[in-house]
């Protein structure tokens, strides 16, 4: 089975441009989670989606960050416009059930903006 | 602030030499999750202890959750090279919400 997918891997862009980056949870999970992970602060949860419905975004950095889930099979993070500070790894995770229950995580976004 | 400190951030040990690293807070939680994560790829949940005192073993790989439920170790024996990585343990505050440490760097030379 396909875990969760996240692309792109690598993203290198320009302070000021817009960026998406996207997720494809595990078929049947009905939680998702976008992190940012940086080696100053850790893994940090941007926002967290239960049923396709935004729970809690307080981890949302600013307005320039934004996050969409359509569907069961698909969320966005959108930055915008993006700064050199929002440079690191951005992970979506899955999860089945409620609960603190395993966390499935995707490969991870490396966004460098320069 | 809810924290949960790691110790030590950076470990790097011969192959066969045996290594623990800590998990504290002063705050409570409900489970405690050990993860590992390696270069380029995103964590990987190892075990969940829930019980305060429990204790779990996977192969060389034995976890403790303290009494109290504010702390953890993870105890490896006999480090092999294969057990490199970023050791992460995450803390249960809610039905959904984890408290992240800052991870262990953990190398085994051969």
């Known amino acids: 089975d396909a875990g969760v997918i996240q692309s792109p891997r690598h993203e290198v862009t320009e302070m000021g441009q817009e960026v998406t980056l996207r997720c494809k949870p595990i078929s049947g999970h009905n939680s998702l989670f976008w992190y940012r992970q940086t080696m100053m602060r850790g893994l940090e949860l941007l926002i967290y989606f239960n049923n396709n419905v935004p729970i809690d975004d307080s981890g949302m950095p600013e307005d320039r960050f934004s996050a969409k889930m359509p569907n069961a099979s698909f969320s966005t993070l959108k930055i915008q416009p993006s700064e050199p500070r929002d440079s690191a790894v951005y992970f979506c995770?899955?999860?089945?059930?409620?609960?603190?229950?395993?966390?499935?995580f995707g490969p991870g976004t490396r966004l460098t903006v320069t | 602030t809810q924290l949960l400190e790691q110790s030590p951030q950076f470990l790097s040990i011969q192959e066969g030499e045996n290594l623990t690293v800590y998990c504290n807070s002063s705050?409570?939680?409900?489970?405690l999750q050990w993860y590992r994560q390696e270069p380029g790829e995103g964590p990987v949940l190892l075990v969940t202890?829930?019980?305060g005192g429990e204790v779990k073993k996977l192969k060389r790989l034995t976890f403790q959750f303290g009494d109290a439920r504010k702390d953890s170790s993870l105890h490896i024996t006999a480090a092999q090279p294969g057990d490199t990585g970023l050791y992460l343990c995450?803390?249960?505050?809610?039905?959904?919400?984890?408290?992240w440490g800052a991870g262990t760097k953990l190398i085994i030379k051969p």
């Open positions: 705050s409570v939680f409900s489970s």
């Open positions: 202890v829930v019980t």
């Open positions: 995770a899955s999860s089945a059930g409620t609960g603190v229950v395993k966390q499935y």
């Open positions: 995450a803390g249960g505050k809610s039905n959904y919400q984890l408290i």
